[in-house]
């Protein structure tokens, strides 16, 4: 046999054309069906959260609108004392809920301006090298884990005229002419509430604001030492454009917080002295639980479900509309 015929029969067999294989899924048809599972698969899961999303916040805003245009005691049915608007003109007189509108407001002033940066400061600080750093972070978390009721149950104590632990604090350093009534004095119940507010919730803001410096890389700030920034000019110009949008979403929480803030002032003074630490919610919990007028409550709800929402998308559309174009542009690119 010729050398040239054994490398022949050396040589591997060349594999035949490959058969093309069905499209996955049997075609068009099977395409269908299994977008059809998918679909059916999304909306068993969704299903549960729907219903409970309908029954527990659709439902009752409907009901709340329905309500609010209505003299009604909340009982013996559906209202059937139709008065238009009145409920609305009414509460735009009322002295007590005008007077609702600038609390809040001071509020949401005082959480921008105190609040927040105190926040900021204590989650740049503990960002930094220090021993018992954990525990420090643990320690300013802590009081928002507690509940609003136990809190304000132990700073009602605090804040006792007779006993409380301010007035102490205040004799034992010389300053006994500082001391106050604190809850039970007109002038000073709001700014007492937003030292609670202050305690109970900067944690949280702490909390967010440490984790979006630990999302910023060191190497931007040793970038900048290097060419000669200062600390200021490093949060200035590094930072504090870097956390923006963590500021943001930190600013928008506390805002609507405070629109509905409730339970914490309810324990501490239950909107008194003489109105003077009420809030839109415990004047809709006053009207409709307690003189029940629920059209009344109903409408003031309305106006607080308006003020929210108006503010949440007008702030989502001019603050947050750069943060949510990022985010968007990002998941189209990760496609």
């Known amino acids: ?68 245009v209505f003299k009604w005691n909340g009982f013996g049915g559906l209202p059937t004392n139709f008065i238009g608007l009145d409920n609305f003109t009414r509460m735009f007189q009322d002295p007590v809920f005008l007077g609702d509108l600038w609390r809040g407001l001071l509020l949401i002033v005082l959480s921008l301006v105190v ?42 104590m605090f804040f006792s005229p007779e006993r409380g632990l301010a007035n102490e604090m205040l004799s034992m350093i010389g300053l006994e002419e500082l001391s106050s009534t604190w809850l039970s004095d007109p002038s000073s119940v709001m700014y007492s509430v937003f030292i609670v507010m202050t305690w109970k919730y900067f944690g949280f803001h702490m909390i967010l604001y440490l984790a979006g410096r630990q999302g910023i890389p060191n190497e931007l700030i040793e970038a900048a030492q290097l060419d000669g920034a200062s600390g200021w000019k490093v949060f200035r110009h590094v930072t504090l454009p870097l956390l923006g949008p963590t500021i943001r979403i930190s600013a928008f929480l506390s805002i609507i917080g405070a629109i509905q803030l409730f339970d914490l002032v309810w324990v501490l003074t239950e909107g008194g002295p003489i109105h003077s630490s009420e809030t839109m919610a415990i004047t809709m919990f006053t009207f409709g639980f307690g003189r029940y007028q629920v059209g009344y409550a109903s409408a003031i709800s309305v106006v607080m479900f308006l003020i929210s929402l108006v503010f949440a998308l007008g702030y989502q559309r001019f603050v947050l509309r750069r943060d949510t174009e990022g985010a968007i542009t990002g998941m189209r690119d990760q496609r």
């Open 1 to 68: 046999m010729k050398p040239e015929t054994l490398a022949a029969d050396k040589r591997p067999a060349q594999p035949g054309p490959r058969r093309a294989r069905p499209a996955s899924g049997g075609g068009p048809a099977g395409r269908r069906r299994s977008r059809r599972r998918t679909l059916m698969t999304i909306t068993l899961f969704l299903l549960p959260a729907l219903v409970l999303f309908v029954l527990l916040v659709l439902v009752p805003i409907v009901l709340a609108a329905y309500a609010s």
């Open 115 to 156: 609040q927040l940066p105190l926040a900021l400061g204590l989650a740049l600080l503990l960002n930094q090298p220090m021993r018992g750093r954990a525990f420090y972070r643990l320690l300013f978390f802590a009081p928002y884990v507690l509940s609003e009721v136990i809190t304000a149950v132990l700073f009602t």
